[in-house]
């Protein structure tokens, strides 16, 4: 008999019990490295962001290793013992957020107020 599953669902003990070990991967310097899970076990996956210890750039969360995928041969494994942020990652991650364009109680540029176009 299957009971009810214990874990909250999206946490990355939830995906790590479904697929088993996981992968982050950076597609700009094309490494990536396996997905420690200290101190991540609770926290919700969707919400989560992560980013490349060598470039900065935006790494991805992937759940088969790149280099078993057609296309991702050329990837290296790249295990770092204590992986530090790169400045650009602080910088984009501490950076106050960039607001849009301000309208002031106007329509946006490009767009028709009336339906006749």
């Known amino acids: 008999m299957v009971g009810p599953w214990p874990h909250r669902p999206f946490t990355f003990r939830a995906l790590s019990k ?33 980013s490349c210890s060598r470039c900065g750039g935006e790494a991805y969360f992937c759940v088969v290793e790149p280099i ?3 296309g991702m041969e050329d990837y290296r494994l790249d295990e770092i013992e204590k992986p530090a942020r790169h400045p650009e990652a602080v910088r984009r991650l501490t950076a106050p957020p960039r607001r849009p364009a301000s309208s002031r109680g106007r329509e946006l540029p490009g767009r028709k107020t009336d339906g006749r176009r």
């Open 18 to 50: 479904v697929y088993g070990q996981m992968w982050l991967r950076c597609d700009v310097c094309r490494r990536y490295a396996r997905m420690k899970l200290a101190g991540l076990n609770d926290v919700d996956s969707r919400t989560k962001t992560f």
């Open 68 to 70: 078993t995928e057609r």
